[in-house]
């Protein structure tokens, strides 16, 4: 199988005029057309729309530090790499987005941790 994380990527890092001619030949070759959104969707049964609207990018929201706060702003720190100060702020304000744009696995993880430490967390 090949190296899924490469062509990844190699994709984000096509320029546009390299992304058109990759669009020209999925087209042209494999009768794979771009969707309305933009994603790449392949031709196929009309049930396999489905699970192409499947959520793939979580964002992890902290709604409340609970009673350990302190346990909370270290979990944050390790979570988001931020500074003593962000994290605390990030903290205190409450209903702020921990991480954005992560797997589903990787947002349950955090969620756990977070939870571990006594805070009340929302994946969306």
């Given at each position: 199988?090949?190296?899924l994380?490469?062509?990844?990527?190699?994709i984000?890092g096509?320029t546009?005029?390299?992304?058109?001619e990759?669009k020209?030949?999925?087209?042209?070759e494999?009768g794979i057309?771009?969707?309305?959104?933009?994603?790449?969707?392949?031709?196929g049964?009309?049930?396999?729309?489905?699970?192409a609207?499947?959520q793939?990018e979580f964002?992890?929201?902290?709604?409340s530090a609970g009673?350990?706060?302190?346990?909370?702003?270290?979990?944050?720190?390790g979570i988001?790499?931020?500074?003593?100060k962000?994290?605390?702020d990030?903290?205190?304000?409450g209903?702020k987005?921990?991480k954005?744009g992560v797997?589903?696995?990787?947002?349950?993880?955090?969620?756990?941790k977070?939870e571990?430490?006594?805070?009340e967390?929302?994946?969306?």
């Amino acid at each position: 199988m090949a190296d899924l994380k490469k062509l990844a990527e190699e994709i984000v890092g096509l320029t546009l005029l390299e992304a058109q001619e990759l669009k020209t030949i999925l087209k042209d070759e494999y009768g794979i057309e771009p969707a309305a959104g933009g994603a790449v969707m392949m031709a196929g049964p009309a049930d396999a729309g489905a699970d192409a609207e499947e959520q793939t990018e979580f964002t992890v929201i902290l709604k409340s530090a609970g009673a350990s706060k302190i346990g909370v702003i270290k979990e944050v720190r390790g979570i988001t790499g931020l500074g003593l100060k962000e994290a605390k702020d990030l903290v205190d304000a409450g209903g702020k987005a921990v991480k954005e744009g992560v797997s589903k696995e990787e947002a349950e993880a955090i969620k756990a941790k977070l939870e571990a430490a006594g805070a009340e967390v929302e994946v969306k």
